[in-house]
């Protein structure tokens, strides 16, 4: 994370419009979106369903590009960047947890905590030592050896969050990340999540409940593909 300047926000989206398909088919999904966040912000992102979250959270991501307007990532102009470029920001500088988990079935904790290591010419002992040592740091020190199915929902986010840590990201991507589970198990979570904060990630996470959005200390609001309300609650 020390490449990130405190200086300069870690995102600067201005005017950003993101629309799918054409003729009878378009949707403006994203309508002339603009906002900075600084490294160290936790962000919750609200708004009804269909109104351009997770779009809004694809490009932020590198994992979708804009229509028109500008995003600019830690200084750089991304709207510039090749697919290979994004793919390469995305992987050195997000990690995504999402609603449902995406873990690999019959695979162990450690095998898909490591999975982004694979290809990064990490060295297969410290692959897995990190991969353990990340999977401590949520509280999994006793299941580096479980599939998915064997372990509860809270304890398979668990997992994804580990596997998004894993390459030290600046920025953590959560959409939805309590969304499938249990009040207890969402507790698990935003405390993890709160920790992750507090040691410097910044985070943005997409959520429809209220007492989950309080964790953040600022909520932007989307309707309709605009961000109709920013405020620190
Ligand atoms: N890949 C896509 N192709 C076409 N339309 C899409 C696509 N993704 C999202 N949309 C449309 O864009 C709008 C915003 O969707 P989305 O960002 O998923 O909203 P949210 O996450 O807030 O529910 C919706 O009208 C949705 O149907
Ligand atoms: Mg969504």
Do not use: C, W
Request: hydrophobic letters at 40%; proline letters at 3%; charged letters at 20%.
């Amino acid at each position: 994370m020390s490449k990130i300047s405190e200086n300069i926000p870690l995102m600067d989206i201005r005017e950003v419009k993101k629309i799918y398909g054409e003729g009878e088919y378009r949707t403006e999904a994203l309508r002339g979106v603009s906002f900075t966040i600084h490294p160290g912000e936790f962000v919750a992102i609200i708004g009804h369903s269909g109104s351009g979250k997770s779009t809004l959270m694809n490009i932020i991501g590198f994992l979708d590009t804009v229509t028109s307007g500008q995003y600019h990532f830690a200084g750089q102009d991304v709207t510039t960047f090749t697919e290979d470029d994004l793919a390469g920001i995305r992987n050195k500088e997000v990690g995504f947890v999402f609603q449902s988990f995406n873990l690999l079935p019959r695979t162990s904790a450690v095998d898909n905590v490591r999975l982004p290591l694979v290809y990064a010419g990490v060295s297969d002992h410290e692959q897995i030592e990190r991969a353990q040592k990340a999977l401590t740091m949520v509280g999994l020190h006793d299941k580096f050896e479980n599939a998915p199915n064997q372990l509860s929902g809270g304890q398979q986010q668990r997992v994804a969050i580990a596997r998004a840590l894993i390459n030290n990201p600046s920025l953590i991507l959560a959409d939805e990340p309590t969304g499938n589970l249990d009040t207890a198990s969402s507790r698990d979570i935003m405390k993890i999540l709160d920790k992750l904060n507090k040691d410097g990630h910044t985070i943005v996470m997409v959520t429809h409940e209220k007492n989950i959005a309080a964790h953040a200390g600022r909520v932007l609001e989307v309707s309709d593909g605009q961000i109709i309300s920013d405020h620190r609650p």
